[in-house]
């Protein structure tokens, strides 16, 4: 069974910097894209923030590209979000997923194989 757990979360003021992680277990796929996104209270998720696939290729969504990076840790089975320049607006329970099997491309969540619990991020200005 495939297991996502976030964690790195916390509270950081307007500028600063957080690293979440996302630590999987029970992959068996050599196909896959892990995908970061976020639920602002109130608000529904937006879209995939960024992905790392299996490929080692890369996408960042507009709203966080130039200030948060994506990358994997192979040896530990965790993908990394490192979160710079962080705004009040970034605020939001932030979700690792894992899309599974050829051909995952990380871009639609509702293709989003397996889901972590969440973990909580505070900007304050």
């Known amino acids: 069974e495939v297991q996502l757990v976030e964690s790195g979360g916390g509270l950081v003021q307007a500028g600063g910097s957080l690293r979440l992680s996302c630590a999987a277990s029970?992959?068996?796929?050599?196909?896959?894209?892990i995908g970061w996104f976020r639920q602002a209270p109130g608000k529904e998720h937006e879209e995939v923030l960024c992905i790392f696939s299996s490929d080692g290729s890369t996408y960042y969504a507009d709203s966080v590209k130039g200030r948060f990076t994506i990358s994997s840790d192979n040896a530990k089975n965790t993908v990394y979000l490192q979160m710079n320049s962080l705004k009040p607006e970034d605020t939001a329970v932030y979700y690792c997923?894992?899309?599974?099997?050829?051909?995952?491309?990380?871009?639609?969540?509702?293709?989003?194989?397996?889901w972590g619990q969440g973990t909580q991020v505070t900007v304050s200005s």
């Open positions: 029970g992959f068996t796929f050599d196909d896959y894209a």
């Open positions: 997923a894992a899309e599974m099997g050829p051909g995952a491309t990380g871009r639609a969540a509702d293709e989003y194989d397996y």
